[in-house]
């Protein structure tokens, strides 16, 4: 009897695994240069790449999303007819690849985009005009139907959404805040939250000024990547309420380091125990100087959230952003202003990076991000 009711447990935990990552994983990586997406088959044994097929863009790529189903790629583009800027959608076929079927015009450049959990509404936040907006995603399509308009600061970097999908969350970096709204997935209509954001770190700390932002997976906690100086927040989440309060924050930049730094882009695993930060050199060095960007990995601790510091780990330069593969096994780090991606492996006890390999890509790889495939 307890051996026939292991194996019904041994099946059940089978067929409740996520089958689409047995069968295959896509690295996508959008180049604003080349105005490309190219897609590279993931290797899971080894976390080697290889390439599979290009897209070509209406414009310079962007920041890029899935629907929630991932039958569709949503990537922000300028350069488009009169200088306007906007969101290519692509329709993605079972192996991944994809096809562009429409462009839609938005109010301007956005750093970064997201769709709703519904698939129904598609949120961007706007760096340069400080506001964010939400459109119509009709039969997997963004449309230009922008449904709300709500004037934030400048530099507004992110846009995320909670777990529950019912609240939104746009870090700026310039005024130092996280701005709060509640988000109706029926009307797409944005609304500020009490309080309407929450403070960034003391500035006294110099590395704060929250940049992007990302929820535990399991925890009701998030985590926000501070640019100024190099810097992360551990933050408590009430899910009731949908607000933000600082719990901890830690400088990303190794000790030692000698010259000025900003704090990209920043990653969870999907078992929430380990994030990453990417610290960008921004220092004015002298010709034939090499650079010291790096990313940082932090222990997560299981209970409390709290943070702690593993270790720092050369880079491409300029990371601006970097994805975890979907099984947590794998970095891969874009360097902005080298068109370098570099893949690192996880060690899964201590959360430390093993450099596996330098891949040459197009002109200015702007974003990467993975998705299964069957």
């Known amino acids: 009897m307890k051996i026939r009711f292991a194996i019904a447990l041994l099946f059940a935990g089978v067929c409740s695994m996520d089958t689409s990552l047995d069968a295959g994983q896509l690295l996508y990586l959008a180049s604003t240069q080349d105005k490309t997406i190219v897609a590279y088959e993931l290797n899971a044994g080894s976390g080697d790449l ?37 969101v290519a959608s692509l329709k993605r076929a079972k192996d991944g690849s994809l096809k562009l079927v429409a462009t839609a015009t938005i109010t301007s450049r956005a750093p970064y985009i997201r769709a ?16 964010v907006t939400t459109y119509r995603i009709k039969d ?25 999908g019912k609240f939104a969350f746009v870090p700026h970096t310039s005024p130092n805040k996280v701005y709060q709204f509640r988000l ?29 932002i990302a929820h ?31 719990v901890q924050t830690l400088s990303t930049l190794p000790p030692s380091y000698d010259g000025e730094s900003a704090a990209a882009d920043i990653k969870i695993t ?12 921004v220092t004015k060095r002298k010709e034939g100087e090499a650079t010291k960007d790096t990313l940082a990995a932090i222990a997560i601790d299981s209970t409390t959230g709290k943070m702690k510091m593993i270790g720092h780990y050369p880079t491409a330069h ?33 959360g430390d990076l093993k450099h596996l390999r330098t891949y040459e890509t197009g002109g200015v790889p702007i974003w990467v991000m993975c998705g299964a495939v069957e």
């Open 116 to 131: 709703d959990r519904s698939g129904r509404v598609l949120l961007a936040a706007h760096y340069g005009a400080g506001d």
């Open 216 to 246: 535990h997976p399991k925890l009701r906690m998030a985590y926000t990547s501070n640019e100024r100086g190099g810097g992360i927040t551990a933050w408590k989440f009430d899910p009731k309420k949908g607000t933000l309060s600082k």
């Open 318 to 350: 300029f990371p601006r952003s970097f994805c975890i593969d979907l099984t947590g096994s794998y970095v891969y780090a874009a360097g902005q202003n080298s068109s370098a991606l570099f893949a690192y492996r996880i060690n899964q006890k201590t």
């Open 50 to 86: 290889t390439k599979k097929f290009s897209v070509d863009l209406p414009g310079n790529a962007g920041p890029m999303a899935f629907s929630p189903n991932a039958s569709f790629v949503y990537t922000a583009v300028t350069g488009l007819q009169d200088g306007k800027a906007g």
């Open 140 to 164: 997997g399509i963004c449309t230009d139907a922008r449904l709300d308009h709500r004037k934030t600061e400048k530099t507004a970097h992110c846009i995320e959404l909670d777990p529950s």
């Open 184 to 212: 109706d997935a029926e009307t797409g209509k944005l609304t500020p939250n009490d309080p309407p954001f929450a403070t960034g770190p003391d500035e006294g700390h110099l590395y704060h000024q929250p940049r992007h």
């Open 270 to 281: 999907p078992d929430g125990r380990f994030a990453y930060v990417s610290n960008r050199d």
